[in-house]
């Protein structure tokens, strides 16, 4: 009947479908679902594939989707919008499932990092270990590392780890430096040596580039066109590097920030390192980078002088500072730029507040108070705010109500906070990676759990947690170590949120 169509009457006027259609377009949802009851001919038209599919695009929802995948948009958009009020629900009232990624049961947890539900470990036994929290019974490969010289022991602890969506990144306590790749298998694609210990390590978040600063060096290395890795730059820098961080989306050379105690500097390519802050004095307690802005945390003189400490954002194409916010008495220990909102940063402070700022504005439009130790972990959509605080709390908090949702406690700090619609995954990483005690050697496979750090992985889809989905209680491997029960992944119902 729609392919008959070739006029459509508007009150005392008949339009051609096509010019009648392109009016329906500056229609939202209401207003289609009102003219959908005028007539025959206007529901046909207010029900047209064409409208639907633009409203779901400009929703935000299947926009990897061509229009001819899906045979009714209408009710593709209805599902989308019930599937987000549902985990939104979830979130605020914690209804799902929480597991904990367990390994080695005699090793210390060393660092977390997450890209996309993927989750890598690396340990105090030199081994990394990589989960894919996406699929309902995942399991923890070993990605195999590089053989020392003359095959002498096991390797060192892991002092960082890193990985986006094609590439995984893990530095050593000897320097040594190892990247794999997650399409490729579990044998390193590419390795190399610094001569002293690594203080920072950064993996581009879209792209191949790795860069990390070893002494008064950072190196940054890359793959060309046929695959081959080489070094694009190594930049000398005046003082140790306390963070590190590579510029997302870039064409061409990587571009780098990396703070040194006092000062910020811009690592282009083979240009000389650019100085893009200093103030003597004053150093950089945290620093985090978008497409075109970088943002850090300088510690001032304090009441000392009447000046608070402040984030400061910089536009890295015109090297100048943006905006200034903050003014808190307490240092930043962490700040989110690259996965907040629009104009929206997210920082935690030693003062244990956690506060949202409107970078427009200048100003702070949420300050929650709910840490007892200083907050070192936070990420935030447009709706809700997740920190981890130095002593071991995780909170879920509400931005507009600016209330507390729930929290969650374990032991040691929350190193590591990242979330999705429906996933959140926190890390708490030990300060200390070699436990003192008679009884606690680094062979010891008894090694008490609250020595050993724990990944939680929380997930707020009912669509994952069918009736026919592996219970929890049956995903033990058990291949632990004989005479050993800390590790046997058995739960017990109360083990969900």
């Not at 209401?30 to 695009?57: F, N, P």
């Not at 979130?91 to 499932?97: L, M, P, S, T």
Request: proline share 5%; with cysteine; aromatic share 10%.
């Amino acid at each position: 009947f729609q392919n008959e169509i070739n006029e459509v009457p508007f009150f005392d006027v008949q339009l051609p479908y096509e010019l009648a259609l392109k009016i329906f377009q500056y229609l939202g949802k209401a207003e289609l679902g009102r003219c959908a009851q005028v007539s025959r001919t206007w529901k046909i038209l207010a029900e047209d594939e064409v409208l639907w599919y633009r409203l779901c695009q400009e929703e935000g929802y299947l926009l990897d989707m061509s229009i001819s995948d899906h045979s009714c948009w209408k009710l593709a958009l209805r599902n989308c919008r019930a599937r987000e009020h549902m985990l939104k629900t979830n979130w605020k009232n914690r209804v799902g499932a929480v597991s904990q990624l367990h390994y080695e049961p005699g090793r210390v947890l060393c660092d977390v990092h997450c890209c996309d539900g993927m989750v890598m470990a690396g340990y105090s036994s030199g081994e990394v270990r990589l989960w894919d929290t996406r699929t309902w019974d995942y399991t923890a490969p070993v990605l195999a590392a590089v053989p020392g010289p003359g095959g002498a022991g096991a390797p060192p602890h892991v002092s960082f780890v890193r990985i986006n969506s094609s590439l995984a990144v893990a530095a050593h306590e000897d320097g040594t430096v190892s990247v794999w790749s997650l399409l490729l298998g579990r044998e390193p694609i590419h390795h190399f040596q610094h001569n002293q210990h690594i203080q920072a390590l950064a993996l581009a978040p879209g792209g191949a580039a790795v860069a990390t600063a070893s002494g008064f060096q950072v190196r940054v290395e890359s793959p060309d066109d046929r695959g081959f890795w080489q070094t694009p730059g190594t930049f000398e820098i005046q003082k140790l590097v306390n963070f590190l961080n590579l510029v997302p989306d870039v064409t061409g050379s990587p571009v780098a920030v990396a703070a040194a105690e006092d000062i910020v500097y811009l690592l282009k390519g083979e240009d000389p390192s650019r100085i893009l802050h200093s103030v003597y004095g004053q150093p950089v307690t945290c620093l985090d980078v978008a497409a075109h802005e970088a943002a850090f945390g300088i510690k001032t003189f304090g009441w000392l002088l009447n000046e608070p400490n402040q984030i400061l954002l910089y536009n890295l194409e015109t090297n100048q500072c943006v905006t200034k916010v903050g003014n808190s008495i307490g240092e930043f220990s962490c700040v989110n730029l690259h996965s907040s909102p629009p104009n929206m940063l997210v920082a935690g402070n030693k003062d244990r507040r956690v506060r949202v700022f409107d970078l427009r504005r200048g100003e702070a439009v949420c300050s929650v108070h709910g840490h007892q130790l200083g907050v070192c972990a936070v990420q935030m959509d447009e709706w809700k705010m997740v920190s981890g605080g130095e002593e071991g709390l995780v909170c879920v908090w509400d931005q507009r109500m600016a209330t507390k949702l729930w929290e969650m406690h374990a032991r040691h700090p929350v190193r590591r906070v990242w979330f999705n619609s429906h996933s959140l995954i926190t890390a708490n990483i030990p300060q200390e990676k070699n436990p003192r005690g008679s009884s606690i050697t680094e062979d010891d496979p008894s090694l008490h759990r609250k020595y050993r750090g724990v990944i939680y992985s929380y997930e707020f889809s009912v669509d994952q947690l069918a009736v026919d989905s592996v219970l929890p209680i049956c995903r033990s491997s058990y291949d632990e170590v004989s005479g050993y029960n800390y590790n046997i992944g058995l739960a017990v119902p109360y083990d969900s949120i």
